[in-house]
C-alpha cells in the first residue's frame, strides 16, 4: 500500500525517524476507522510492536515502510471494529464516538503526557463530524475500511483489496454503498459561523433556562443521545423530539451544581459546548444542524473518553 507521507522517489530511510514520521497519518486513519481515539492509539502502538518484533533482515526486505505500517494499522482496526459490536451490546447506554477538541486545545498520549507534538494531533475536517462519524457506526467494519481507506485517504481498491481479504470489485461496492448511506444521512454542512451562532444561542437559552427560546432552536424531530458508559449519570434513551429535548436540558440546568460552566468549544471540528465542574470536564456536547435547527445532540460524559479535554493529563 503506498502512502501519502512516503517520499516522492527512492526508498524511505527504515530508520527510526522515518517509521516514526508515520504516526500522524496512522492515529488519523484509525480514529476515523475506530470512533475512538483511546482504541487508535492502542492499534498504532501494536501495529509499531509487530514492526519492531521483526527482525533487522525482515524490516530491510519491506520496500515501504510506511505502507506496511498502513495496512497493518488497518487490519488491526478492522478486527477491533468486528469485536467492538459484539462490546457494544454490552455497553451502558448508548455509545456515542469518542470526540476530540480542535488541534490547538488537544495533545494526544498517554495520562502525565507534558509535551506537544504536532505529529500527535488528529487532522480534523468533515470526516470527524460527530454526524459522520456516527453513520461510519452504522456501517460494516469492512465498508467502513474500504470507504475510509479510499475517500478519505484515497487509498486504491487494489491496495484495500489487500487489506479486507476482498476482491478489488467488492471493495469498490462496499465503498459505494457506504458512500450511499453517508449522502442519504447528511444534511446539507451549515457553514460554520451561523453553526457557531445557533450553538451560542442553544447555550445563552439554556442558562437562562428559557423553554420556549430553546423550542425554537431545535428542530421538532430533533434527538438528543447521551453516552454515560454506565460511568456517569446521563439518561440512558434518547430523547425524541425538540419540546421533550427542551424540557429535558431545563431540568439539566436547574439541577447543575453553582459552580458548572458551559463554554463554547469546537468538538470534532465544529462549534460545540463543554460543562466543566470545578474547572474538569464532564460534559462535551456536539450538534448537528439543518436549515437553522438543530437536528441532533450528542451528549458525552463517559469519563473514559473525556481524556483528551482533561486539564492536567
Excluded at 138 to 154: E, G, K, N
Excluded at 289 to 295: N, Q
Aim: with cysteine.
Amino acid at each position: 500500500m503506498t502512502t501519502p507521507s512516503d517520499p516522492g522517489h527512492g526508498r524511505p530511510d527504515p530508520g527510526l525517524s522515518a517509521i516514526m514520521s508515520e504516526r500522524r497519518q496512522l492515529i488519523n486513519l484509525a480514529y476515523r476507522l475506530l470512533g475512538s481515539l483511546a482504541e487508535a492509539e492502542d492499534a498504532v502502538q501494536e501495529a509499531y510492536a509487530r514492526w519492531y518484533a521483526m527482525s533487522q533482515q525482515q524490516q530491510d526486505a519491506i520496500e515501504s515502510p510506511g505502507a506496511w505500517l498502513t495496512t497493518v494499522t488497518s487490519r488491526i482496526c478492522l478486527d477491533l471494529l468486528g469485536s467492538a459490536r459484539a462490546r457494544r451490546e454490552r455497553y451502558v447506554g448508548e455509545w456515542i464516538p469518542e470526540p476530540i477538541p480542535e488541534p490547538t486545545e488537544w495533545i494526544t498520549g498517554r495520562p502525565g503526557a507534558t509535551t506537544t507534538d504536532p505529529a500527535d494531533r488528529v487532522t480534523l475536517d468533515e470526516s470527524v463530524n460527530m454526524a459522520f462519524l456516527v453513520v461510519l457506526e452504522s456501517m460494516t467494519p469492512a465498508q467502513r475500511v474500504a470507504f475510509i481507506l479510499h475517500d478519505v485517504f484515497r487509498y486504491p481498491f487494489t491496495e484495500i483489496a489487500d487489506v479486507v481479504g476482498r476482491t478489488t470489485a467488492a471493495c469498490r461496492r462496499l465503498a459505494t454503498e457506504a458512500r450511499r448511506r453517508i449522502r442519504a444521512a447528511q444534511a446539507l454542512p451549515t457553514p460554520a459561523a451561523q453553526h457557531a451562532g445557533i450553538v451560542r444561542a442553544f447555550k445563552q437559552a439554556w442558562e437562562a433556562k428559557d423553554i420556549d427560546a430553546l423550542i425554537g432552536l431545535l428542530d421538532p424531530d430533533a434527538t438528543a443521545t447521551a453516552d454515560g458508559g454506565g460511568l456517569a449519570t446521563t439518561f440512558l434513551d434518547p430523547i425524541e423530539g425538540g419540546e421533550q429535548i427542551a424540557h429535558a436540558w431545563v431540568e439539566i440546568a436547574r439541577r447543575a451544581p453553582g459552580n458548572m460552566t458551559f463554554l463554547e468549544r469546537t468538538v470534532n471540528g465544529q462549534p460545540g459546548l463543554v460543562a466543566l465542574h470545578d474547572g474538569v470536564t464532564v460534559t462535551v456536547y456536539a450538534f448537528d444542524i439543518a436549515d437553522d435547527r438543530i437536528t441532533h445532540i450528542w451528549a458525552v460524559r463517559n469519563p473514559e473518553k473525556l481524556r483528551p479535554w482533561t486539564t492536567g493529563r
